[in-house]
């Protein structure tokens, strides 16, 4: 661009250094340089057309944000599972071999008179656990089965070897700590809420991004439109210069008047170029809202942005407009959830500082078996052996021959300004920060709102304005150029009328597109384009 702006200062410079040598036969000097510049410009390029429902399409399949942005809900999926676990059965079990060999120091050693002294033990052990944390009343209850074989040459021993069976059962309920909500219960719930957070986040992602596109697609008509006002106002000026050329040649008009109008045609070539760049720049920034990658078929294309703005006349209803962004703005949605997080925090602060009362229960059954050994006297030698074995065990539980139960009050309580009540009445500051931030949004969702139909309104009446002075802007080009006919008019004049056009008709373009945006906008504002679009996000966890 800017080696076209050095050439078109030398064609000016040379035509005002000497009129007669710009009417030299043979070299058109400034059509070698609009035919350079038409051939940099034009690129063959595959031509795509495009309305703008299909651009939005095409920008929630491969628009990278969106992309981005879609993990986000997955990821807390993952975390509301994490948070889950805490709630799950836990089962363990464990199994163990031992044995022992220890000096008697005592005939109560029980190693017996003929032994080396030493009382030897061999233990074999088998266990398997359930615990799991309850997540609707804050209980937790634990299960064990516990199994065992004893051999020993210690006298004493009844049963030798001995087989012993033992199944616990506890549980423990909270009665005013941790009952109605817990630090896990609490980190589900915030989970959860999270989720539908990362919900409204897609939500306003998607609604920017369709907004954000159809800024781009009107922006992409728009540069086209003004490519067009400044390729007629091109031709009306070079029309100018042959014109002027032939008065020239009959001799009722100065050399000089060529000149000055191929001046004026270097200009709005310029103005073209320049208008040419924007389109370019208009279609880079749509591609990159509706392609996936430098790969995508569109990106090497040329896009036809086939659609026209429409004008809608109707009234606008802004007292339902206000109500329908209270109910769908994203933005209070957000606030709303995380008021929602802060009530969770609050009531976990506030259970944490009452008193830990807990009621304990267990319940156990025993059993036992092996080979049982009765002597005459303690420590003698067995005069009875009657067999017996694991199974034994296992009939005394099924029997409920040994239990065992017993239930506990468990009370505890912080003395003094405890750090959960501090934590407790910051909470309590945050609900009601949040609260009124949440009236704050309010406000504002009603101002933008109002405001965003006011603009409407007031471009309505832009347009209204620019229609006509377009058309006046053309009937006093028309009325100039059928005094310059007769005489009465000069060159100045005309292209003051040709200017007036070309802004009179950009001016009514950005009016309109201008229309558009504010269009845009009133419906962002609401977040209504995505129920436009036929777009629901569906909540997980």
Known sequence: MNKWRFLLVCLLLAGTADGTAAQQPGIDVARLIEDSAGGLLTQTRRVFELTVNEAIERALDRNLDIAVERVNPQLQDLTIAESRSAFLPNVSSNFDLGRSMSPSRSQLDGAGRLSRQTVETETENAGFGLEQALGWNGGRYTLDWTNGRTATNNVFFSFNPSFSSNVALSYTQPLLRGRSIDPQRRQLLVSQLNRDIS????????????????????????????????????ELAEQLVRDNRIRVEIGTLAPIEVVQARSEAAARRQSLAEAEQQLRTAELALKQLIVAGTDDELWNAEIDATDQPLLDQSPIDVEAAVRTALDARTDIERTRRQQ?????????????????????????????????????????????????GYGDALGHLLQLEYPVWNVQLQLSYPLGHSAQKAAHARARLQVQQTRAQIDQIELQIAAEVTNAALQIQSIRERIEAARVARELAEEQLAAEESKFEVGTSTNFFIVQAQRDLATARDTELRAILDYQNAVIEFERVQQTSLGRAGISIVGGG
Request: proline letters at 4%; hydrophobic letters at 45%; glycine letters at 8%.
């Open 199 to 234: 919900d409204v986040d897609l939500r306003e992602t998607i609604a920017n991004t369709l907004a954000d596109v159809r800024r781009a697609y009107w922006d992409l008509v728009y540069a086209r439109a003004s490519v067009d006002v400044q390729q007629q106002s091109l």
């Open 340 to 388: 929602d997080i802060n009530t969770v925090t609050l009531r976990n602060l506030a259970n944490a500082t009452l008193p830990a009362l807990d009621v304990v229960g267990s319940f156990r059954l025993q059993g036992q078996g092996g080979t049982q050994l009765i002597s005459s006297a303690l420590g003698g030698p067995a005069l009875v052996t009657i067999p017996g």
